[in-house]
């Protein structure tokens, strides 16, 4: 099984970016942390990271036929983002969203996910233990 995780805009700024929100660990730790319980679990990760909502489009696109599940924190896109929903959809492949932070807790516009609209599961408020969990559910629902 192939997984692509797709981080996107200020996720490359975590342990810089609000740490009472976002903890003090690092992308890089994210990362490590996800390569290693993908090792464990017998599947391959790809992770990638974007601050631009095309780019995080096009990574989308790019997993047809390469990928067989996405986990994706869109960051603030999330909220905003038509054009992402519509390439989850037209790609068709698993889906699971996490965000670090329970977004259901934060501001009134963060309670609202187009990304949701699609996937198969929403992960909120775990940390970087949500990234893990993801993987779990895809490895146990779609391999």
Known sequence: M????????????????????????????LEKDIQDKSKEL????TCVQSNFE???????????????GII????????TSVVI?????????????VHLSNIFEREEFRK???????ANKTICGKGFLGYLEALQF??????
């Open 2 to 29: 192939k997984i692509l995780v797709i981080n996107g805009a200020n996720l490359n700024m975590l342990g810089v970016r609000e740490p009472e929100i976002y903890g003090s660990k690092t992308l890089s730790d």
């Open 42 to 45: 017998g599947v391959s990760v």
């Open 54 to 68: 095309g780019e995080i489009v096009e990574y989308i696109q790019k997993a047809l036929g390469k990928y067989d």
């Open 72 to 79: 994706i924190n869109a960051g603030g896109y999330t909220h």
């Open 85 to 97: 929903l519509d390439a989850l959809k037209a790609v068709g492949l698993p889906c699971v969203e």
């Open 112 to 118: 609202h996910s187009y990304i949701s609209l699609y």
């Open 138 to 143: 895809l490895k146990d629902n779609f391999s």
